[in-house]
Nanobody, 121 residues
Framework: QVQLGESGGGLVQAGGSLRLSCAAS????????MGWFRQAPGKEREPVAT????????YYSASLKGRFTISRDNARNTVTLQMNGLLPEDTAVYYC??????????????WGQGTQVTVSS
Protein backbone atom coordinates (compact mmCIF):
# COMPACT_ATOMS: atom_id res chain seq x y z
CA GLN A 1 0.00 0.00 0.00
CA VAL A 2 1.18 3.51 -0.84
CA GLN A 3 -0.11 6.69 0.73
CA LEU A 4 0.39 9.88 -1.25
CA GLY A 5 0.10 13.46 -0.01
CA GLU A 6 0.32 16.55 -2.21
CA SER A 7 1.36 20.02 -1.12
CA GLY A 8 2.33 23.32 -2.67
CA GLY A 9 -0.91 24.39 -4.28
CA GLY A 10 -2.34 27.86 -3.89
CA LEU A 11 -3.35 31.07 -5.60
CA VAL A 12 -0.96 32.68 -8.06
CA GLN A 13 -1.19 35.35 -10.72
CA ALA A 14 -0.88 34.47 -14.38
CA GLY A 15 2.76 34.15 -15.35
CA GLY A 16 3.76 33.04 -11.89
CA SER A 17 5.20 29.75 -10.66
CA LEU A 18 4.30 27.04 -8.20
CA ARG A 19 6.10 23.91 -7.11
CA LEU A 20 3.93 20.95 -6.18
CA SER A 21 5.32 18.15 -4.06
CA CYS A 22 4.06 14.64 -3.48
CA ALA A 23 5.31 12.71 -0.49
CA ALA A 24 4.84 8.97 -0.36
CA SER A 25 4.74 6.67 2.60
CA UNK A 26 4.35 2.94 2.82
CA UNK A 27 6.06 1.05 0.06
CA UNK A 28 9.23 2.26 -1.59
CA UNK A 29 8.37 4.86 -4.19
CA UNK A 30 11.07 3.69 -6.58
CA UNK A 31 8.96 0.63 -7.35
CA UNK A 32 6.33 2.80 -9.02
CA UNK A 33 5.98 5.08 -11.96
CA MET A 34 4.63 8.45 -10.81
CA GLY A 35 2.36 10.96 -12.40
CA TRP A 36 0.62 14.26 -11.97
CA PHE A 37 -2.94 14.69 -13.14
CA ARG A 38 -5.39 17.54 -12.92
CA GLN A 39 -9.12 18.08 -12.98
CA ALA A 40 -10.64 21.44 -13.72
CA PRO A 41 -14.24 22.29 -12.79
CA GLY A 42 -16.66 20.62 -15.16
CA LYS A 43 -13.93 18.70 -16.94
CA GLU A 44 -12.56 15.18 -16.79
CA ARG A 45 -9.29 14.42 -15.07
CA GLU A 46 -6.37 14.58 -17.47
CA PRO A 47 -2.71 13.60 -17.29
CA VAL A 48 -0.20 16.41 -16.87
CA ALA A 49 3.14 14.63 -16.60
CA THR A 50 4.48 11.20 -15.76
CA UNK A 51 7.89 9.79 -14.93
CA UNK A 52 9.28 6.25 -14.96
CA UNK A 53 10.61 4.32 -11.98
CA UNK A 54 14.17 5.58 -12.25
CA UNK A 55 13.28 8.96 -13.69
CA UNK A 56 14.88 8.40 -17.09
CA UNK A 57 11.73 8.88 -19.17
CA UNK A 58 9.06 11.52 -18.82
CA TYR A 59 5.80 12.35 -20.54
CA TYR A 60 4.18 15.76 -20.74
CA SER A 61 0.82 16.84 -22.03
CA ALA A 62 1.29 18.67 -25.29
CA SER A 63 -0.83 21.54 -24.00
CA LEU A 64 1.84 22.45 -21.46
CA LYS A 65 4.32 23.56 -24.13
CA GLY A 66 7.35 23.05 -21.90
CA ARG A 67 6.14 25.07 -18.94
CA PHE A 68 6.08 22.22 -16.41
CA THR A 69 8.83 19.86 -15.22
CA ILE A 70 8.35 16.62 -13.33
CA SER A 71 11.14 15.12 -11.23
CA ARG A 72 11.53 12.54 -8.52
CA ASP A 73 13.83 11.83 -5.59
CA ASN A 74 13.52 8.15 -4.77
CA ALA A 75 15.79 8.47 -1.75
CA ARG A 76 13.32 10.91 -0.21
CA ASN A 77 10.21 9.24 -1.62
CA THR A 78 9.07 12.46 -3.26
CA VAL A 79 7.92 13.63 -6.67
CA THR A 80 7.68 17.27 -7.66
CA LEU A 81 6.02 19.26 -10.40
CA GLN A 82 7.60 22.62 -11.16
CA MET A 83 5.06 24.83 -12.89
CA ASN A 84 6.21 28.00 -14.60
CA GLY A 85 4.38 30.50 -16.74
CA LEU A 86 1.06 29.55 -15.21
CA LEU A 87 -2.10 30.43 -17.11
CA PRO A 88 -5.69 30.76 -15.90
CA GLU A 89 -6.52 27.55 -17.78
CA ASP A 90 -4.08 25.71 -15.49
CA THR A 91 -6.56 26.21 -12.65
CA ALA A 92 -7.50 22.76 -11.36
CA VAL A 93 -7.10 20.28 -8.57
CA TYR A 94 -3.78 18.54 -9.09
CA TYR A 95 -3.38 14.91 -8.10
CA CYS A 96 -0.32 12.77 -7.57
CA UNK A 97 -0.55 9.12 -8.58
CA UNK A 98 1.58 5.97 -8.45
CA UNK A 99 1.32 2.97 -10.70
CA UNK A 100 3.05 0.12 -12.46
CA UNK A 101 3.26 1.94 -15.80
CA UNK A 102 4.18 5.50 -16.68
CA UNK A 103 1.88 5.50 -19.70
CA UNK A 104 -0.52 8.31 -18.79
CA UNK A 105 -3.69 6.59 -19.98
CA UNK A 106 -3.02 3.29 -18.22
CA UNK A 107 -4.61 2.50 -14.88
CA UNK A 108 -2.93 4.07 -11.85
CA UNK A 109 -3.00 2.24 -8.54
CA UNK A 110 -2.72 4.93 -5.87
CA TRP A 111 -3.92 8.52 -5.70
CA GLY A 112 -3.43 11.45 -3.40
CA GLN A 113 -6.21 13.70 -2.15
CA GLY A 114 -5.27 16.54 -4.49
CA THR A 115 -4.13 20.12 -4.07
CA GLN A 116 -5.90 23.15 -5.50
CA VAL A 117 -4.08 25.41 -7.93
CA THR A 118 -5.80 28.66 -8.86
CA VAL A 119 -4.33 31.05 -11.41
CA SER A 120 -5.81 34.52 -11.57
CA SER A 121 -5.73 36.62 -14.72
Amino acid sequence: QVQLGESGGGLVQAGGSLRLSCAASGRILSRYAMGWFRQAPGKEREPVATITFGGSTTYYSASLKGRFTISRDNARNTVTLQMNGLLPEDTAVYYCAAGGSSRPWDSWDYWGQGTQVTVSS
